[in-house]
């Protein structure tokens, strides 16, 4: 490690102390940052970094709320206001069993270098519950959503934060968000993003996180002068993400050979296609079913409790969660010959899988950068509200395309190396951070 990283590091362990996925993303970002901020004595002088890596606030707050069998049930609930110097806070909500502050400021601390790399005006937050939907009936999802927003609405608002969906906050949660949020406080507005297009969300919102993954995707391998077509496809999760970037691969002509949820993964040697993937949709989004059941529709191989990293393929796209991919499934992947890794979901890979990437000039491309196509919507999302306005699905679409194809450019741009290389890691912590300290040195010490 770069010495002068060593006692940056040392004072957030110590004031973050068990908070290992936090301190895992404010150490991959610093590798990059601090060697970057030696060249430049404004950010050093001003503690840009220092203070980056303080929230501007945390709420946590009680969740009570009373179960079918009449029971009360008292789950937490968190809002973490990371950074607001390039707009209000917007980043999504995560219901998982697995939620903690740490998870959650490491989300909310990626979230504001992914939001700058859009180039809209957008600050970082995250939020959350250790709530589990899982097996929960539609109503006590409802009731669950109603009193965790009878107190987030104090600290959200279409100018100060925009929450969305993440892991477990889809369609349906968000409606019932937002319903509670209009009954207390008596307004319409685009206070959530992730909305029914019916009432105020955006085209393209939906599929932005997993399309925007296949347009970076693209955008990488035509630097090779290579395309999707024929490629084979590993993806992790079955969720909103890795359903979209399944659907844009095979319309792209691309063979999807797995998809996976926490019980295992689904290996179809002939490859997903689309009529399988309406099936997966439905099983997930209405069934709210297994993904082992698809082995058995389909007559395919289904792997309980393992991941899909040691089918051989082209491309891997982690699309569940953090930590999904470590250094064994990275050197399977590497020997197999895989020559790509864009990451859907936040963090999916270890530290020791990224270097083990660079080190064998897999083209690896971070969440932060490759996953920035929902959020872009969800601003795109924003802008149509304060429109009162709703803008058709090929301009969602190409703005998305357009957005994505810039956070490339960027990416080359700072993560060029000398031998031709492109560390997109670097690229996109240093361009996402340059705007962000830009703000803050203009705004003062705050
Ligand atoms: N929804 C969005 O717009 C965005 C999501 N992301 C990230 O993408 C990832 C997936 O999120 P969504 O698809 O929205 O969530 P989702 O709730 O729709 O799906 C999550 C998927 O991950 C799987 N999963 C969760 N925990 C797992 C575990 N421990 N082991 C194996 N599989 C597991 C679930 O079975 C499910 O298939 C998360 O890391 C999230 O932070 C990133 C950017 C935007
Ligand atoms: O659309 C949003 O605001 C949330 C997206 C999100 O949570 C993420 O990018 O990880």
């Known amino acids: 490690m770069n010495e002068s990283i060593r006692p940056f590091l040392e004072k957030v362990s110590a004031r973050n102390a068990g908070e290992p996925e936090f301190l895992q993303a404010v150490t991959e970002v610093a590798e990059s940052i601090i060697p970057y901020i030696e060249t430049q004595s404004k950010y050093k002088n001003s503690k840009i970094l220092e203070r980056m890596v303080e929230p501007e606030r945390v709420v946590i707050f009680r969740v009570p709320w009373l179960d079918d069998n009449g ?21 999504g909500l995560r219901f998982h069993p697995t939620v903690t502050l740490s998870v959650l400021k490491f989300l909310a601390f990626e979230q504001v270098f992914k939001n700058s790399l859009t180039g809209l005006p957008m600050g970082g937050g995250k939020g959350g519950s250790d709530f589990d939907p899982k097996g929960k009936s539609d109503n006590e999802i409802m009731k669950f959503c109603q009193s965790f927003m009878t107190e987030l609405y104090r600290h959200v608002g279409d100018d100060i934060d925009i929450p969305a969906g993440d892991i477990g906050v889809g369609k349906r949660e968000i409606g019932y968000l ?54 084979r496809v590993l993806i992790s999760g079955s969720g909103n993400v890795a359903q979209f970037a399944a659907e844009k691969c095979i319309e792209k002509g691309a063979k999807v050979l797995t998809m996976s949820d926490s019980e295992g993964f689904i290996y179809d040697p002939v490859g997903i296609d689309q009529e399988k993937l309406e099936y997966i949709k439905d099983l997930k989004d209405n069934q709210r079913g297994r993904i082992k059941e698809y082995a ?65 000039k897999v083209l690896y491309a971070p969440g932060k950068a490759a996953n920035a196509g929902g959020v872009a919507v969800s601003g795109l999302e924003m802008s149509q509200n304060s429109q009162r306005y709703s803008w058709g699905r090929t301009k969602v679409d190409n703005k998305l395309k357009d957005i994505m194809s810039d956070i490339h450019h960027i990416c080359m741009k700072h993560g060029h190396e000398k031998d031709g290389h492109i560390n997109y890691e670097k690229g996109a912590n240093i361009g996402g951070f340059v705007k962000v300290a830009e703000a803050m040195l203009s705004q003062g010490i705050v």
């Open 178 to 231: 937002f319903g509670q949020y209009k009954r207390i406080t008596g307004t319409f507005n685009g206070v959530l993003t992730g909305k029914a297009f019916e009432w105020g969300g955006s085209l393209i919102r939906p599929e932005a996180t997993g399309y925007g993954l296949i347009y970076f995707v693209e955008e990488m391998l035509k630097v090779q002068e290579d395309t999707l077509l024929g490629k």
């Open 296 to 360: 058995q529709r389909y007559s395919c191989e289904f792997f309980p409790g393992e991941k899909p990293w040691r089918i051989k393929c082209d491309i891997a796209l982690p699309n569940a969660t953090q930590n999904e991919l470590d250094i064994a499934d990275a050197e399977i992947l590497i020997q197999n010959g895989c020559t790509c890794v864009a990451e859907g979901a936040n963090m999916p890979c270890t530290p020791e899988a990224v270097a083990a990437f660079h080190q064998a």
């Open 71 to 91: 029971e009360v049930q008292v789950n937490r609930g968190f809002r973490v206001q990371m950074n607001s110097s390039i707009g209000p806070y917007k980043g």
